[in-house]
T-cell receptor, first 113, second 110 residues
Framework: DGGITQSPKYLFRKEGQNVTLSCEQNLNHDAMYWYRQDPGQGLRLIYYSQIVNDFQKGDIAEGYSVSREKKESFPLTVTSAQKNPTAFYLC????????????FGQGTRLTVV | DAKTTQPPSMDCAEGRAANLPCNHSTISGNEYVYWYRQIHSQGPQYIIH???NNETNEMASLIITEDRKSSTLILPHATLRDTAVYYCIGTNFGNEKLTFGTGTRLTIIP
């Protein structure tokens, strides 16, 4: 089955630790995106990548880092510099062409205690 | 991406048509209007998209005004499972950010 997979679904970490969220897609999509969602809020863009080995900051990149070494993978690291890391994180991918659509993973809920 | 404006919340009676509006006055000529919905604690799900013409699929209909400054998503016979947050975005999936607003929280009332 083609799709986009985020793992794990739930993640707990102690304050001050870095944590990496996984996002893998087998849709052969060039573009990938990371979003953060807080309770009752919309999706806010953290980072996006249009092509391998290149990525751009979104609207709330501070305290996060990404890499795009492979087309199918776009891991997000939540660093200790992120002041409020507890949130729901969503990954998406899309082709880079018109008249298409983006696909989302099912999300990772990160809780930092 | 085009900036979009949606009402924060709407109610609709079960079995009636739900009409969700979206303003996208800054949309450019090559940007499509997309609608997604997000059921609680899940990833957003694609519903429908269009450029100029009205579109219909098994989930919904999309009506785009002639000047393309606004659109309406229509769920013809709303069910309780349609309760979700609905997002309208304008994009061409080119070298752009893919940004979502706060959406419309649609509640279907039995």
């Amino acid at each position: 089955d083609g799709g986009i997979t985020q793992s794990p679904k739930y993640l707990f970490r102690k304050e001050g630790q870095n944590v990496t969220l996984s996002c893998e897609q087998n849709l052969n999509h060039d573009a990938m995106y990371w979003y953060r969602q807080d309770p009752g809020q919309g999706l806010r863009l953290i980072y996006y990548s249009q092509i391998v080995n290149d990525f751009q900051k979104g609207d709330i990149a501070e305290g996060y880092s990404v890499s795009r070494e492979k087309k199918e993978s776009f891991p997000l690291t939540v660093t200790s510099a992120q002041k409020n890391p507890t949130a729901f994180y969503l990954c998406a991918s899309s082709p880079r062409r018109m008249n298409t659509e983006a696909f989302f993973g099912q999300g990772t809920r990160l809780t930092v205690v | 991406d085009a900036k979009t404006t949606q009402p924060p919340s709407m109610d609709c009676a079960e079995g009636r048509a739900a009409n969700l509006p979206c303003n996208h006055s800054t949309i450019s000529g090559n940007e499509y209007v997309y609608w997604y919905r997000q059921i609680h604690s899940q990833g957003p799900q694609y519903i429908i998209h269009g450029l100029k013409n009205n579109e219909t699929n098994e989930m919904a209909s999309l009506i785009i005004t002639e000047d393309r400054k606004s659109s309406t998503l229509i769920l013809p016979h709303a069910t309780l499972r349609d309760t979700a947050v609905y997002y309208c975005i304008g994009t061409n999936f080119g070298n752009e950010k893919l940004t979502f607003g706060t959406g419309t929280r649609l509640t279907i009332i039995p």
